[in-house]
Structures are given as C-alpha cells and as structure tokens.
C-alpha cells in the first residue's frame, strides 16, 4: 500500500510511520509533506497513493485548502488532536477521523475501514461489470428504406447486406430490397458477428442466408445463399479460414 503523510510534527510523522510499518511491513510511505502548498504540488505532479494521513493544522493553513486547490481522488485519514473538524472533514474524501495521540488501536481501525470500503467496491465494480457483459452489445434492429417509408428491420430476418453504386442495401429472406443509410463498415461493427460475416468489400451475409460453398481454383470460396445474388459472392483466399470457422461454429 502506498501512502502519503501530509504532517508539519516531525515526531508525530516518525509515530505514524513506525506504527503503519509496525502493522503492515508493505505499507510504503512515498512523501512526507508538512504544508498545504507542498502537498498541492505533489498532488498535482505524482501518481496518486492508496491512503493519504492528513493533519488538519499545517505550518501554512489548515489541511482543507489543500481541497479546495487541487483534485484529491484517494481516501483520506485526518490525523489531529482537535475533533472540531469533524462534521468538515467527512465533506471531502474522508474514511476516518483520529485524535491524537495515535495508538496501533486507532490506526487498525482506520486501515479497516479502508479494507472494508475497498472490498465494499471492488464487488460493486464486479456486479456493475457483470450487468453491462449480461447486455446485449451489437443491433438487433435496424432502419431501412422502401421508397419514401422507412421500416425497422430485425436484423435475424436479413439475408444479406451488399452495397451497389457506393449505396447499400438489405435483403430479407422473402428477398425483397431495402435502402440501408450505413455503410456496410458501419453495419459491421453494429452487428453479432457471429451471425453476420463480412464476405468481401461488397457482401455482408447472415448465417441463415447460406445454402452452401465450394472453393475454387485460385484458393477462393464461392459462396451461394438465399435469397441469389445477380453475380457470384466469393470470399477472398486469405478469409477462406476464418468464414471456415464462422460457418462451423453453428
């Protein structure tokens, strides 16, 4: 654990510091800091500390300047012997309040409390995580055009999307054409792709939508689905692995 000691008493910092190494050899003290403007400073220019112990009277002003000057985004433990603060302290990043003297007592306490945050949001990190992989991440609809009306789509019920003359469109299974306003890179990165293969630069094809394939003599595969294609849909001799794959994932 690293930790910041923001203390203007060099025997009160001396305490602090046997006592923390005294309960946890592997807590280490990365500055000592005895005044609102130095702390500011190294807040600003240093990778931020696990656990900051903060005196509330500093040789320049009390410790709360040192908030209303700079981000401070790790907890903090005020360390002081007047409990006038208290109501104030627990406004910014505070987990605990010690009176001076400090004991190893008090000190446990205030390094459980931080356990106990940090066990209380690392499993709230962990179920947020959870929620967001249980969300569905790609389209499961789309907007089409068919002439001046425009109709949403489930994508399960296309066949296929190609583009024509810098357009692109959408089959459905029935084989009637829709105008698609994305572009089939756009229509790519929306869709499961594990539905959804990116044929060539001209054919994104459903996996429903192939009826069977053949490979040909240049190392290319030729593809036929439903509903035809007016010309051959064919998969590039370095892709042939990878739509292999795809195809026999079902």
Same mark, same amino acid.
């Not at 040789?59 to 903090?76: A, L, T, Y």
């Not at 179920?127 to 002439?147: F, V």
């Given at each position: 654990?690293?930790?910041?000691? =923001?203390?203007?008493?060099?025997?009160?910092?001396?305490?602090? %510091?046997?006592?923390?190494?005294?309960?946890?050899?592997?807590?280490?003290?990365?500055?000592?800091?005895?005044?609102?403007?130095?702390? !500011?400073?190294?807040?600003? *220019?240093?990778?931020?500390?696990?656990?900051?112990?903060?005196?509330?009277?500093?040789?320049?002003?009390?410790?709360?300047? &040192?908030?209303?000057?700079?981000?401070?985004?790790?907890?903090?433990?005020? =360390?002081?012997?007047?409990?006038?603060?208290?109501?104030? @302290?627990?406004?910014?990043?505070? !987990?605990?309040?010690?009176?001076?003297?400090? *004991?190893?007592?008090?000190?446990?306490? @205030?390094?459980?409390?931080?356990?106990?945050?940090?066990?209380?949001?690392?499993?709230?990190? &962990?179920?947020?995580?959870?929620?967001?992989?249980?969300?569905?991440?790609?389209?499961?609809?789309?907007?089409?055009?068919?002439?001046?009306?425009? !109709?949403?789509? *489930?994508?399960?019920? &296309?066949?296929?999307?190609?583009?024509?003359?810098?357009?692109?469109?959408?089959?459905?299974? %029935?084989?009637?054409?829709?105008?698609?306003?994305?572009?089939?890179?756009?229509?790519?990165?929306?869709?499961?792709?594990?539905?959804?293969?990116?044929?060539?630069?001209?054919?994104? &094809?459903?996996?429903?939508?192939?009826?069977?394939?053949?490979?040909?003599?240049?190392?290319?595969?030729?593809?036929? =689905?439903?509903? @035809?294609?007016?010309?051959?849909?064919?998969?590039?001799?370095?892709?042939?692995? @990878?739509?292999?794959?795809?195809?026999?994932?079902?």
């Amino acid at each position: 654990m690293k930790v910041l000691i =923001v203390e203007d008493e060099h025997t009160a910092v001396q305490k602090l %510091e046997d006592l923390l190494k005294q309960i946890d050899p592997e807590i280490h003290v990365v500055a000592r800091l005895n005044s609102v403007y130095d702390t !500011i400073t190294w807040i600003r *220019n240093n990778e931020k500390p696990d656990l900051g112990f903060f005196d509330i009277q500093l040789s320049d002003d009390n410790s709360f300047g &040192i908030f209303e000057s700079c981000q401070v985004d790790f907890p903090i433990v005020f =360390v002081t012997a007047y409990d006038d603060y208290l109501l104030k @302290a627990f406004e910014v990043n505070s !987990i605990h309040y010690l009176l001076k003297p400090v *004991n190893d007592q008090k000190l446990r306490k @205030a390094l459980d409390k931080l356990t106990q945050l940090d066990n209380h949001f690392m499993s709230q990190k &962990i179920k947020a995580l959870l929620s967001d992989n249980s969300k569905p991440t790609t389209t499961t609809r789309i907007i089409a055009r068919k002439g001046m009306d425009y !109709i949403p789509l *489930n994508v399960d019920e &296309i066949a296929y999307f190609f583009t024509e003359h810098k357009l692109s469109f959408a089959r459905n299974k %029935e084989g009637l054409l829709y105008t698609v306003d994305q572009t089939l890179m756009e229509l790519e990165d929306q869709l499961d792709r594990n539905r959804f293969f990116r044929a060539n630069r001209q054919y994104l &094809i459903h996996i429903n939508a192939i009826v069977k394939f053949r490979s040909s003599d240049n190392g290319k595969l030729e593809i036929e =689905v439903n509903p @035809a294609t007016n010309e051959k849909v064919s998969v590039a001799k370095e892709r042939a692995k @990878a739509f292999r794959s795809w195809v026999n994932q079902f």
